[in-house]
């Protein structure tokens, strides 16, 4: 368990309620559409999901809500109407973290075929350098069919998608019925992850798993915040399911001892 007083705070954000209901827009871009304008069909990974904005709210806190299209949708997918509504945001080109403690307070959704993610990619991805070896750190990933299981996750470089390098915990209750913290040590060359406070999974650079692997991850990285359906991760959703709701309280972002650094673009 990690000492407060080890800790300073560098960022945080409680998506207060001054922006029309809608993420801060000098912090946060949302996604929008099934990723076919980046040549992402389902981004990359068969979700059924349209992101729109009018999937979040920010109000003392965000919701990313979930929601079946009522009837034939007007929305046009890369497998025809639309059958989900939900949404994602970024901070890429406005804020970007490097080492430090990140924590997540959040409540995932509920039901079979929600995938809820709280991840980071390389900076270096918006300077030519093409995924996986710009980097990606799974905070935390979720599937509602596991709604105990907290999974994090590392992809680069030869430990990609269905290979990334991954580990798990369980929780007592499921994920859907309180907030709870979920937190990453990161620092230069190794990342541990944390579930309310307590550490369930570490990895180091060249040790175990990783040993001659790539390790782009001492570099910059922004943050997204997303629920997706359906996609390879999760399988099939369930046909009764309507809506879900993805809720974070607060994202906190510290120096621990010493380390830790936000870079504001458009500070």
């Known amino acids: 368990m990690l000492s407060s007083n080890a800790k300073t705070l560098l960022w945080s954000e409680e998506f207060l309620p001054t922006h029309d209901g809608q993420p801060n827009p000098e912090i946060w871009t949302p996604d929008l559409g099934d990723g076919s304008q980046f040549g ?21 806190g965000l919701i990313i809500t979930a929601a079946r299209e009522p009837g034939i ?45 709280l991840w980071l990619l390389g900076k270096s991805i918006s300077e030519g350098t093409a995924w996986p070896a710009c980097g990606e750190i799974d905070l935390f990933e979720g599937n509602g069919a596991k709604p105990k299981t907290i999974q994090g996750t590392l992809h680069a470089t030869g430990y990609a998608g269905e290979f990334g390098i991954t580990g798990f915990h369980e929780s007592l209750d499921d994920l859907s019925a309180n907030f709870n913290r979920f937190a990453i ?30 390790w782009p991850f001492n570099d910059y990285f922004y943050l997204i ?43």
């Not at 009018?54 to 109000?59: I, K, P, Q, R, Y």
């Not at 620092?187 to 001659?212: L, M």
């Open 225 to 267: 915040i997303n629920q997706a359906i359906g996609g390879w991760f999760v399988g099939e959703v369930d046909p009764l399911l309507q809506e879900s709701k993805l809720e974070i309280a607060h994202i906190k972002h510290f120096m621990i001892d010493g380390v830790g650094e936000v870079l504001r673009v458009n500070a």
């Open 73 to 117: 949708s007007s929305i046009e997918t890369y497998y025809g109407p639309a059958e989900w509504t939900s949404g994602k945001i970024h901070t890429n080109g406005k804020l970007y973290l490097k080492y430090g403690y990140l924590e997540i307070l959040a409540k995932m959704p509920k039901g079979i075929g929600t995938w809820p993610a």
């Open 40 to 60: 992402l069909t389902g981004w990359g990974n068969h979700e059924r999901e349209f992101y729109t904005t009018n999937s979040l709210v920010a109000d003392n």
């Open 185 to 214: 040590d990161w620092r230069e060359d190794t990342i541990e992850w944390f579930f309310n406070n307590q550490p369930f999974q570490k990895f180091t650079r060249d040790k175990g798993d990783f040993a001659g692997k790539a």
